[in-house]
């Protein structure tokens, strides 16, 4: 059940990040998130695609260094302050994040972040303690 | 003003100095042979005992002696005399196994000096001058070479060490130093701060003696010019002492290698084989005054000529070229030895691939030392900070194993240039 987050290893080199989403729209792999950590010399993309084995064997197949990493999806609700609220939860549970960002899909009252921390059980149970929900592969579109 | 600091040595005729090398590589063979058990075992694997050696002429029938055998034999083996009658060391950077330790007894010491005072008097120094050393001071020979060498001149002499360049200017103003005597690319950076501060008409100084690192003609003149002095190569290696082997003269048309203390042949790097004098090839030392690390037919993998054109200076002892390159894969980066197999050390314990690549270049005067090493599945992981702090670490270990800094490039596998299917290790930009 686990979601995983594919990172790849980015050179600053023009063109390389359209080259690498290109090569996964070409084999029919649709991207649900997408985000970029850069220093100046090089960086790392992280992404939640449809298929991340297939997604991930394509990658390798073309010499790109990469690293899948289960992470935490939260179905944030889609009222005012429903992010910070989320965010109490995981401060208030003692759990650090190390980085999040959004996924593209939306449903009619909630949206997705993920979550990468330490500790995603503790993570998920403090959410759910506060009847909110983890997403499901199936709600955003996961393999 | 004396022009020579040893007149009777530096313009002996060709015949003296041919008379002096003869008497004293015969004993030096002798030397070797009975004290030193790793040389006499490569003489005796060639089948060649003290008593072939007669004269300079029987040179070419001894072993030679490579950075290899130093380090087989480190740090102990090339010993010619006990420690206990050795009074210094003095070492080259690196780590083990291409760090180079060499011995002195106090004798050995003392020739070296002289060696280094015959320098300091060439460029005009006399015992009225300021002589700023601004080499680095410790293991490294720069700076106790020059600074004996000082002394022995009866310069005052200012044992500054290298960096912190405002010292070094405050120095130079407050003291009135008329030499000084660092790398090339540190006397280019001090021109530069002078020129920058505005302090040119407040510096006293003459000539410099700037080795330890290539430079090029326009470097020279580019220093002449804004230090307003005269710029003066100078060279030498620890494993045959130190700055000094050889030194410029007022002619400023190669180095005069002080003959009565060392043996210059030029050899074929390929073949072994000795080349007449004129024909560009590896330079190779034989020591015939030292006692404790009394090397015979040592390579220095430096590429040069050899000269015995009368120079208008007076002297008579052979000149050497500048080294126009090496016959090994060694680069001098800011005047430290760096060899790529170091690099490649290091990238295999730090989990990297073995393919990099090694950019040098020149800016303003400076290295700019560059490795351009590829990101593997092991250090990678979706932690930015987590690839930041390996990439420390590598930083780390490489200054840890070469002696100077280098910037790291982490780039995408497979990105680094091949030609011909072989893997192009080192670009150096520089123009020497
Ligand atoms: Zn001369």
Not at chain 1, 66 to 86: F, H, K
Request: aromatic share 8%.
């Amino acid at each position: 059940m686990n979601i995983y987050q594919i990172s790849v290893f980015l050179e600053n080199r023009a063109g390389q990040l359209s080259e690498i989403t290109k090569l996964l729209a070409d084999n029919g792999i649709n991207l649900r998130a997408i985000s970029i950590a850069e220093t100046s010399d090089y960086g790392v993309l992280r992404m939640i695609a449809d298929d991340a084995e297939r997604a991930s064997s394509i990658l390798l197949e073309q010499g790109n260094i990469i690293s899948m990493t289960p992470v935490s999806v939260v179905a944030v609700p889609d009222r005012p302050a429903g992010l910070s609220e989320v965010l109490s939860i995981i401060a208030e549970a003692g759990i650090d994040i190390e980085y999040m960002y959004s996924l593209f899909t939306h449903a009619d009252d909630k949206a997705y972040m993920v979550f990468r921390v330490d500790g995603e059980e503790k993570l998920s149970s403090a959410i759910k303690a506060h009847d909110m929900e983890m997403a499901t592969k199936e709600e955003i579109g996961l393999k | 003003m004396a022009k020579y600091y040893q007149p009777e040595i530096e313009t002996a005729s060709q015949e003296q100095i041919r008379a002096w090398q003869n008497e004293r590589l015969v004993e030096q063979v002798k030397h070797v042979w009975n004290d030193v058990p790793y040389y006499r075992k490569k003489m005796e694997e060639k089948g060649v005992t003290p008593d072939d050696i007669k004269s300079v002429d029987d040179l070419y029938k001894l072993p030679f002696l490579t950075k290899d055998d130093l380090r087989e034999a480190y740090p102990y083996g090339l010993m010619g005399k006990p420690a206990s009658e050795c009074v210094r060391i003095q070492s080259t950077s690196g780590t083990t196994g291409k760090r180079v330790v060499a011995f002195y007894t106090q004798h050995d010491v003392d020739l070296w000096e002289d060696c280094c005072a015959r320098a300091i008097v060439a460029v005009g120094g006399t015992k009225d001058d300021v002589c700023h050393v601004a080499y680095g001071y410790g293991l490294f020979t720069g700076g106790a070479g020059l600074h004996g060498g000082s002394h022995k001149v009866g310069c005052l002499t200012l044992p500054m060490s290298s960096g912190n360049t405002d010292r070094q200017l405050q120095f130079m103003t407050d003291l009135g130093s008329t030499i000084i005597c660092c790398t090339p690319s540190y006397a280019a950076y001090l021109a530069e701060s002078i020129y920058e501060k505005g302090i040119r008409d407040q510096i006293k100084l003459k000539a410099g003696i700037f080795g330890a690192e290539a430079w090029s003609e326009e470097m020279r003149r580019d220093i002449e010019e804004k230090l307003g002095i005269r710029a003066y190569d100078i060279y030498g290696l620890t494993e045959i002492s130190g700055p000094g082997v050889s030194f410029e003269c007022e002619a400023q048309m190669g180095m005069h290698i002080n003959e009565d203390h060392f043996i210059a042949e030029i050899i074929d790097p390929d073949t072994g084989e000795v080349l007449p004098e004129g024909e560009k090839g590896e330079l190779v030392f034989t020591c015939i005054t030292k006692e404790a690390f009394p090397l015979i037919r040592y390579r220095t993998r430096d590429i040069c000529v050899l000269s015995r054109k009368p120079c208008p200076c007076g002297r008579t002892h052979v000149k050497m070229s500048k080294p126009m390159g090496r016959s090994d894969d060694m680069l001098i980066i800011r005047g430290v030895n760096v060899f790529p197999s170091q690099i490649e050390t290091v990238l295999i314990e730090q989990g990297y691939p073995a393919n990099y690549q090694i950019i040098v270049d020149r800016v303003n005067n400076s290295d700019t030392f560059e490795v351009m090493v590829e990101m593997s599945p092991e250090n990678f992981s979706d932690s930015l900070k987590k690839i930041t702090e390996m990439e420390k670490s590598l930083v780390g270990a490489l200054k840890a194993m070469l002696g100077i800094a280098a910037k790291v490039k982490l780039v995408a596998p497979k990105t680094i240039a091949r030609s011909e299917g072989k893997a192009v290790r080192v670009i150096d930009k520089r123009k020497i």
